[in-house]
């Protein structure tokens, strides 16, 4: 996976001896800044201030929902078991539980 610029998300195929391009997921409003993967889930935060949750065992990945509590750009993003940890210029981390 990448984030972009161009508010995008890249799912990439690295089982090759080049990086070939699957999907491009869309939904943010603003560049990708970071990504976190646990297990089939992708998290990705952006400075359109919100986390997407995506489904990745969907092809291509659709949206779960969205993570809106911050009020500037989520810089940083941390899995540890069941919580997710996003650092934001709202000058806050954020601590949700994404156990089942």
Known sequence: YSGSGDNTIR???MTQSV?????????HTDDVR???????TL????????IRVWDTTQSPPV???RLT???DNVRALALA????YSGSFDTTVRVWDIGC
């Open 34 to 40: 970071d990504l976190a993967v646990a297990d089939n």
């Open 11 to 13: 799912v990439w195929d």
């Open 81 to 84: 078991g069941n919580t997710l």
């Open 43 to 50: 998290y990705s935060g952006s400075s359109d201030n919100t």
């Open 69 to 71: 509590d911050h009020t």
């Open 63 to 65: 949206t779960l929902g």
């Open 19 to 27: 990086l070939v391009l699957l999907y491009t997921l869309t939904g």
